[in-house]
């Protein structure tokens, strides 16, 4: 069995920054494509970023410049650095994770993941 665990959500005021992780366990090649989706109260999950297992990592352009995700050298933890976090950014956040190749580009929707996490929520006040 694979299972996705977040942490690392909260309140935060705009401009602050937080950091979630999310620790992987399964077999590895569940982890080929390793992605943050985030969703807001009332709209459709949405791609953050993602990170192949080898690869260059792809972010949504609204949070270009200010996430980075990266992952651990084992591929056991998945984390989204998150800085100058503005209001529009408040959502539940989730890891996702899939095993096999997926040619399409991104933003990938979120039914190409099989492996999700319970989500962490993020909330960023003026």
């Known amino acids: 069995q694979v299972h996705l665990v977040e942490s690392g959500g909260g309140s935060v005021q705009a401009g602050g920054s937080l950091r979630l992780s999310c620790v992987i366990s399964g077999y590895t090649e569940s982890r080929r494509y390793m992605a943050w989706f985030r969703q807001a109260p009332g709209k459709e999950r949405e791609g953050v970023a993602f990170i192949p297992h080898l690869g260059v990592a792809t972010y949504a352009d609204s949070v270009k410049g200010r996430f980075t995700i990266s992952k651990d050298n084992a591929g056991n933890t998945l984390y989204l650095q998150m800085n100058n976090l503005k209001p529009e950014d408040t959502a539940t956040y989730y890891c996702?994770?899939?095993?096999?190749?997926?040619?399409?580009?991104?933003?990938?929707?979120?039914?190409?993941?099989?492996?999700w996490g319970q989500g962490t929520k993020v909330t960023v006040y003026s």
């Open positions: 996702a994770a899939r095993a096999a190749f997926y040619s399409g580009s991104w933003p990938h929707p979120p039914s190409v993941y099989t492996y």
